[in-house]
């Protein structure tokens, strides 16, 4: 049986795909339909993708402002003056895209978490190297 779908819903179903593919969580895609109690996205009501599609998007602007943020605290660790623009500009070369909001959430995921671990190394080791210059200074 073929049913025909209204052009409203063949945008918002081609727009939660198109999310999906973004985010890197097209593997998630059986268990989010499952979530609503459908097999196919085509089950879904206008209101339900919407939801869906809103959520996709959140998840993505929740790890980009995670991004810029680790990027920022980085840069004023090491006495780096950068503004919103030169932050986008480090994560889309440190992503390999051109564009900032065309990163997956998968990609800014790793990125941040690759930030917080590059600050806390360098916490660890000025911390250590003030340890090494206060012993050196006891021992004069």
């Not at 198109?18 to 085509?42: A, D, H, N, R, T």
């Not at 206008?46 to 993505?60: K, N, R």
């Not at 992503?95 to 995921?109: D, E, H």
């Not at 690759?114 to 206060?134: P, Y």
Request: charged residues 30%; positive net charge.
């Amino acid at each position: 049986m073929t049913v025909k779908l209204s052009q409203r819903k063949r945008k918002l179903i081609q727009r939660f795909h198109i999310g999906l593919k973004e985010g890197g969580m097209m593997k998630q895609k059986p268990s989010i339909l499952e979530s609503f109690g459908v097999e196919s996205s085509k089950e879904l009501t206008e209101e339900e993708l919407q939801h869906a599609i809103d959520s996709l998007t959140g998840e993505a602007d929740k790890w980009r402002k995670r991004l810029i943020a680790a990027i920022f605290n980085w840069c004023a660790a090491i006495n780096y003056q950068v503004d919103i623009n030169g932050v986008k500009a480090i994560a889309s070369r440190a992503s390999g895209y051109k564009n900032f909001n065309a990163i997956p959430v998968s990609r800014l995921r790793d990125l941040y978490y690759g930030w917080i671990k590059k600050s806390r190394t360098r916490t660890s080791v000025a911390d250590f190297k003030e340890q090494v210059l206060n012993h050196l200074e006891a021992c004069n």
